[in-house]
């Protein structure tokens, strides 16, 4: 029997809880290895503990990003020795180092991989905060990356993404599906008649004004479609008062705005409504879940014209050009103006998903016990 280490420090958000969560059904019908998981000490992460007792967790304060480089690179070298461990399961992203045991990166953060992210703290004269934010953390990951063998991402655009800063022509990609995609989560389309209040999606958390989610975007549209005398309204998971002292919004816009809030799953599934059309902005994914919830709950989303969205939901998804107002009120108009069959639109994106994750690898069990082997 093998001690595989599966390193979750820095995952808390629900997005990685819910990708976590798949991996850690996967591992626990697993009866040739013996899982020991290090993880931060958190309400997400707790519930996680609570729920999969069968393995073994080692709770670490939540510190900051260098503590985590001292304790994954420093006390993993005890925690390994004592527990014996045979490999190491980089599931948020970082990797040992100085340490010698095979390891497996989980890749699902591109923000450090983007040119197109680049260009655009550069247009907007962020110089500081892309060293910040962007450059410095690069560095470390592109380190990291570039001295690790096996790597597992989440889609074939990851990798072209990191080809660009590093060499991946001695590196194993593993790519993984971590969507459900049985026929029981997928929901059929949604009923759409544009002549009444057209409803908009849009799921953020309280990391919104970060440059890479491009919120101005969205307000812009947003405010596109009142001059349009259009009858909509917006539905966002954040509060009134998040909003209200960000520059990034409008407060022409609170009249048509339901202030959401953070929305559990269970609650989400109730805005995902007849009349409902999800928007995305984002500058870069890895995969969207956002996106991904609204085609499996039968709602029409709306994305940028960039390569992970053909990558993710396929050359079949509407998309519209970044920082471009006109090509989103073009695309919105043609969507009213009945010029696209809504129904069959979204069963096409429905079974694009289905064929895309199947043709991936399914359990991380399976790519564990390749890395062990060779």
Not at 45 to 63: H, S
Not at 317 to 336: E, G, R, V
């Amino acid at each position: 029997m093998k001690r595989i280490l599966i390193n979750t420090l820095g995952i808390q958000d629900s997005g990685g809880i819910t990708v976590l969560k798949k991996a850690l059904d996967d591992c626990i019908s697993d009866n040739k290895n013996q899982y020991i998981i290090v993880c931060n000490d958190n309400k997400n992460m707790n519930l996680l503990r609570t729920k999969y007792d069968k393995f073994k967790f080692i709770v670490v304060p939540t510190k900051g990003f260098l503590y985590r480089l001292y304790y994954e690179n420093i006390a993993f070298k005890s925690i390994i020795k004592e527990n014996k461990i045979d490999l190491i399961y980089n599931f948020s992203g970082t990797s040992q180092i100085f340490i010698k045991v095979p390891q497996l990166i989980k890749i699902h953060n591109l923000l450090f991989y983007s040119k197109k992210l680049d260009q655009v703290y550069k247009n907007n004269g962020n110089f500081k905060l892309w060293l910040k934010q962007i450059y410095l953390k690069r560095l470390i990951f592109k380190y990291m990356a570039s001295n690790s063998k096996y790597l597992e991402i989440q889609s074939a655009h990851v990798k072209e993404y990191m080809s660009d800063f590093i060499d991946i022509k001695n590196k194993t990609f593993f790519i993984k599906s971590d969507i459900d995609v049985s026929e029981r989560n997928f929901i059929g389309p949604k009923k759409y008649d544009f002549i009444k209040n057209i409803k908009f999606l849009y799921i953020v958390g309280p990391h919104f004004e970060y440059t890479h989610k491009n919120f101005q975007d969205f307000t812009n549209m947003m405010i596109g479609l009142q001059k349009q005398n259009i009858d909509f309204e917006i539905n966002i998971t954040l509060t009134k008062e998040q909003l209200s002292n960000s520059t990034l919004w409008n407060n022409k816009l609170n009249n048509n705005t339901n202030f959401l809030g953070y929305i559990c799953k269970d609650e989400m599934s109730q805005y995902f409504s007849n009349n409902t059309i999800l928007i995305s902005t984002s500058i870069i994914e890895t995969l969207g879940l956002h996106v991904i919830e609204a085609i499996q709950n039968g709602i029409i989303p709306i994305v940028p014209s960039e390569k992970y969205s053909n990558s993710v939901y396929s050359d079949n998804i509407l998309t519209y050009d970044l920082f471009d107002i006109k090509s989103f009120l073009n695309l919105l108009l043609s969507i009213i103006g009945n010029k696209i069959d809504c129904p069959q639109y979204i069963l096409q994106l429905q079974k694009d998903l289905k064929n895309s994750e199947k043709n991936k690898y399914q359990n991380i069990v399976d790519i564990l016990e390749k890395v062990k082997n060779v």
